[in-house]
């Protein structure tokens, strides 16, 4: 059975501090790369096989457009989304529908609650039900469905790992990420995910936040744009004071979570920073993102600073604060 990188393989990436005693620890494994691309940072065994989980948003929603969706705006930075299912998130997703023709009977991504509260105390008292558009990957969905429509290949079963749709966005994955793929799981979602090196994932991330909407390459150009509007709608992306909208809106990174605790995160200079917590906590792992890029001078310390003021990092004794969630030693 193939898996991921063991305890043996893993680094301190954070810890959780209480009054002074030091309660918990995540390990893990990053890799952060250059501007150009070179590796100047490895902590733990980067080489491991990862499932990206949502973090390959970006990479599918790439693939997407390329395979003729065509998305605009807060259209298309949802398309690499995992949003809250607010209102807002749930009006655009049904406009990237209405414009293909579809309803929201043609997702294929199971039925949710919205994960924003107040989003959902709102649907309860309206009697509302669990609606397969509040789902946070109905933006992707979308996108997949916009992508079929556009191709002229089935809507039906969009989600089958032999489908035109997906044998097309693997082989954008294995192009940009430069690694044959390891492994075929099946996301939370339903969407197949592929295994990878970290570090591959990093290189495929690096050259979608990287990229030029001026590039002669139209995968390129697709990505930059990609990346223009995400960071132009940081709301699309996950939701008001979620990680990963604070910090585009805190740095004007481009940061993409995955569940399982893995995390991307592009500095504005290009370079990136990928990791994967071995207990699938994602409590830290942006402020550990963040870290790392400043470790290399791609952030200030006072870009960290002022992120970690934004997040939810304090830990409360009694209604108060008495430590902190901060990253570790391996780091």
């Not at 495929?204 to 990346?227: C, D, K, M």
């Not at 790392?292 to 992120?307: F, H, I, Q």
Request: hydrophobic letters at 45%.
């Amino acid at each position: 059975m193939l898996e991921t990188l063991t305890v043996a393989d893993a680094v301190e990436l954070a810890v959780v501090e209480r009054s002074g005693f030091v309660e918990s620890r995540h390990a893990g494994a990053a890799i952060v790369l250059s501007p150009e691309g070179d590796v100047v940072l490895r902590a733990g065994n980067t080489d491991a096989l990862i499932l990206p989980r949502s973090s390959l948003k970006p990479l599918q929603a790439v693939a997407c457009i390329t395979a003729g969706a065509d998305l605009t705006g807060a259209e298309l930075a949802l398309a690499t989304a995992s949003h809250v299912g607010t209102e807002r998130h749930a009006d655009v997703v049904r406009d990237v529908l209405t414009a293909g023709g579809l309803t929201e009977d043609d997702l294929a991504c199971p039925p949710a609650w919205p994960s924003d509260m107040a989003s959902r105390d709102e649907l309860v008292r309206e009697h509302g039900e669990k609606a397969r558009i509040r789902m946070n990957c109905s933006g992707k969905h979308a996108a997949m469905l916009r992508a079929c429509v556009a191709t002229g290949w089935p809507t039906e079963g969009y989600l089958d790992a032999a489908h035109p749709l997906q044998l097309h966005i693997r082989e954008v994955v294995e192009r940009l990420t430069g690694e044959k793929i390891a492994h075929t799981s099946i996301d939370g979602c339903g969407a197949p995910v592929h295994a990878m090196p970290l570090a591959g994932l990093a290189r495929g991330i690096h050259r979608i936040g990287s990229a030029s909407e001026r590039s002669p390459f139209a995968l390129h150009r697709v990505a930059g744009t990609l990346v223009r509007m995400v960071k132009e709608n940081p709301w699309t992306i996950e939701g008001p004071g979620k990680p990963d909208t604070v910090a585009i809106e805190t740095l004007d990174v481009f940061a993409k979570g995955g569940a399982e605790g893995i995390m991307v995160m592009v500095a504005p200079n290009g370079a990136t920073v990928a990791l994967k917590m071995l207990d699938g906590s994602a409590r830290a792992s942006t402020i550990v993102a963040a870290t790392l890029l400043a470790r290399v001078g791609a952030l200030s310390e006072d870009d960290v600073n002022r992120l970690a003021a934004a997040l939810p990092l304090s830990v409360l004794g009694g209604g108060e604060e008495v430590g902190t969630i901060r990253p570790g030693a391996g780091i």
